[in-house]
Structures are given as structure tokens and as C-alpha cells.
């Protein structure tokens, strides 16, 4: 069984719209830091993970589109 985070917080982290997708839409500052894996949007792109650090101004995310990575 996988567990998967509310979506409540996937959507703080990626906004999924049909023709674009918004890394780190609404991240409360609290969440400096962090990582996401294996998030499935509504179009075919998964995030493979995804991690943030905002002091250093970093963000390293990995895709894939239909079973591949991109």
C-alpha cells in the first residue's frame, strides 16, 4: 500500500494545469526546506522528486512523462 501526502500539500509544493506546471506555487516559509517523490499530476508528467532549498536559492526537480524520465 503507498501512502501519499493530502492533497493539500501537494498543492502547496506544484500547481498542475493543463498547459503548465508551477513549482512552489504557495510554500509557507516554514517549509525552507524540504523534498517531494513520486507526485502524479493531471497531465501525464509525474514529479520524481523534487527538493528545495530557499536559503541557497536551489531547486533541483526531475520528471517524467509517461514512464519516462524528461
Do not use: C, Y
Not at 501526502?5 to 493543463?18: G, H
Amino acid at each position: 500500500m503507498a501512502i501519499t501526502p493530502p492533497a493539500i500539500l501537494i498543492e502547496m509544493v506544484l500547481d498542475f494545469r493543463p498547459e503548465m506546471l508551477e513549482l512552489l506555487p504557495v510554500l509557507p516559509s516554514a517549509l525552507k526546506q524540504g523534498s517531494v517523490s513520486e507526485i502524479k499530476g493531471w497531465n501525464p508528467i509525474t514529479i520524481v522528486h523534487l527538493a528545495w532549498d530557499l536559503a541557497s536559492k536551489k531547486l533541483a526537480p526531475f520528471f517524467a512523462q509517461n514512464g519516462h524520465r524528461i
